[in-house]
């Protein structure tokens, strides 16, 4: 797993209450009102790469890109559950994946996830309307909705090493899960369709998890 710690950069922002607007040039112009200001988020392209090493915020939430550009990890902090639709930049993701490929989210819609490129990668269909949604997403929602808390939410996207595409050959979670206590659940799941084998241990791992933190899923 190896997950390397949050840049700095992330805490000052939570600590400061400062507004994404504020603290980057990429910031898109946000409507007034509570609401509004809830969702903000920088701007990008919905483009096959962006901007290479840099780090967008939405939401209060983190999403770094690697040297080519690609979405690389996202950081999310104490996650909610809010209404959440597919909109026009996860098709196109999926589209550039090819036949087979959702435009899948680092952080779902969901847990207050953005539909901008840095948090959209192609992903296997069968594993995102299937156990990605399911298990992974839909675990932490029902922990949320069940009184628990998601202190902290890390995804990697793992590309092929030396390669360029656009795909992530897999997904490197770390899951903070807290109600009556408080449990990290590490998992890697392939960029594929799982077989019956993998869905029953990943999702063991998750339910212990979940289930160890006081949040019954």
Do not use: W
């Not at 409507?31 to 903000?40: L, V």
């Not at 690697?66 to 690389?72: A, K, L, S, W, Y």
């Not at 087979?100 to 819609?109: N, P, V």
């Amino acid at each position: 797993m190896n997950l390397r710690p949050a840049p700095a950069a992330v805490s000052v922002f939570l600590l400061a209450g400062t507004t994404v607007a504020a603290l980057s040039s990429h910031a898109a112009a946000a409507p007034s009102g509570p609401a509004a200001a809830a969702r903000q988020a920088d701007d990008a392209p919905c483009d096959r790469t962006i901007e290479k090493n840099h780090t967008y915020k939405a939401n209060g939430y983190s999403f770094r890109t690697d040297g080519q550009g690609r979405p690389e990890r996202a950081d999310a902090f104490n996650l909610k559950v809010v209404p959440a639709g597919r909109d026009t930049c996860a098709k196109k993701v999926g589209q550039m994946g090819g036949a087979g490929y959702h435009g899948g989210h680092l952080i779902a819609a969901s847990l207050n996830g953005v539909d901008m490129r840095y948090n959209l990668v192609p992903q296997n269909g069968t594993l995102n309307t299937g156990f990605y949604n399911h298990q992974v997403e839909g675990g932490t929602r029902k922990c949320i909705a069940n009184g628990g808390q998601i202190p902290r939410y890390v995804v990697n996207a793992v590309y092929p090493t030396g390669t360029t595409g656009i795909i992530p050959d897999r997904f490197v979670l770390s899951i903070t899960a807290k109600k009556t206590a408080e449990r990290t659940i590490p998992l890697t799941i392939p960029n594929r369709a799982l077989t019956d084998t993998e869905k029953k241990d990943f999702g063991k791992t998750l339910d212990d998890g979940f289930k160890g933190a006081g949040c019954k899923t």
